[in-house]
């Protein structure tokens, strides 16, 4: 049985366009989409059985709104829904757990897909062992594919690049294949982004003052850049590279590397359990403040 593309919705614009977004993705993969909607039980909340009516009311109403949203742009994807009750952050990484992708919005009516910290959509990014794309709520089909020659949005252009953020310190399969999948669905160019810093003279020997040379030093990692993404080429022989180092603060680089492009993929390592769910000061950085799709992708 293939694992759906899941998209949580709350009937918020943002969830909207998650719902929209991954209606496509499900369409490229060829896989069902399932629509979750997760609400909260208040046992103890005074009038609670008529507070938990009026939640089921809206969710049914989120639901069928994105029903229709999806069904507009995806006439021909296989839907499911369901309403789900339970602790948010809990709920969504079960559905996370039997997902091929997940999506959230960028922002929601009960938080739960909000950029803040200590948002739901952040816990589930944190704690999740399967991929999660969260998108904005001005995400539109158009906004993946190039302009015409006219400069007008059209959906029948090809697809803008994809951006892998890789770190070469330490680049993880899980990541790079999913950026390499998600170009050759979109028959698009993968453009892969690593930033990475000079020593300070002050930290190097007397030896090794002749190897402060930024030039020497790009043409270096450019060159790893190419080794390590080699055999991925060799896998995916039509989907066209372009590899690209940058002597910056690895958020700063890729913020201006997403700019126009159809989807970004960064990694994200989990934690050991005795430090707690989180994110890295890259991957947060990234999904608070880049306006493309962000794609995170787990790693051990």
Same mark, same amino acid.
């Given at each position: ?12 614009a ?18 069902p ?10 046992p ?10 009026a ?5 049914r ?14 006439? %021909?994807?296989? /839907? ?5 009750? #339970? ?5 969504? &990484? +079960? $559905? !996370?757990? @039997? ?61 803008r ?46 030896? %090794?003052?002749? /190897? ?5 030093? #790009? ?5 790893? &850049? +190419? $080794? !390590?993404? @080699?055999?991925w ?22 913020l ?27 991957t ?5 403040h ?11």
């Open positions: 049985m293939l694992l759906p593309v899941v998209a949580g919705v709350d009937g918020s943002e969830s909207l366009a998650a719902a929209a977004w991954a209606a496509r993705e499900a369409v490229r993969r060829g896989r989409l399932r629509l979750v909607h997760v609400w909260d039980w208040h103890r909340q005074r009038d609670g059985e008529i507070a938990n009516a939640q089921r009311h809206l969710g109403r989120s639901l069928r709104q994105a029903e229709e949203r999806v069904r507009t742009e995806c006439p %021909d994807v296989r /839907l499911s829904d369901e309403q789900v009750e #339970g602790p948010a952050v809990a709920t969504l &990484l +079960k $559905a !996370v757990d @039997q997902a091929d992708v997940t999506v959230l919005g960028s922002r929601g009516l009960s938080g739960f897909t909000g950029f803040l910290v200590g948002s739901v959509a952040l816990g589930v990014v944190a704690e999740a062992t399967r991929p999660v794309v969260l998108v904005r709520a001005d995400e539109e089909a158009e906004d993946e594919h190039v302009p015409t020659g006219e400069g007008r949005a059209s959906t029948d252009t090809g697809y690049d994809v951006v892998l953020a890789i770190d070469l310190d330490d680049p993880c399969d899980e990541v790079i294949e999913f950026a390499f999948e998600a170009a050759r669905l979109r028959h698009a160019r993968l453009r892969a982004v690593h930033a990475w810093h000079a020593p300070h003279p002050s930290g190097l020997g007397s030896g %090794d003052i002749g /190897l402060v040379n930024d030039v020497w030093q #790009g043409e270096e990692w450019l060159g790893f &850049l +190419k $080794a !390590v993404l @080699q055999v080429r060799d896998k995916y022989p039509d989907v066209e590279v372009l590899e690209t180092v940058v002597e910056d603060k690895a958020s700063t680089a890729l201006r590397a997403s700019t126009g492009v159809s989807l970004l993929v960064v990694g994200h390592r989990l934690a050991e359990r005795s430090l707690g769910p989180r994110t890295g000061p890259v947060h950085s990234v999904i608070h880049v306006r493309c799709p962000v794609a995170v992708v787990p790693h051990a």
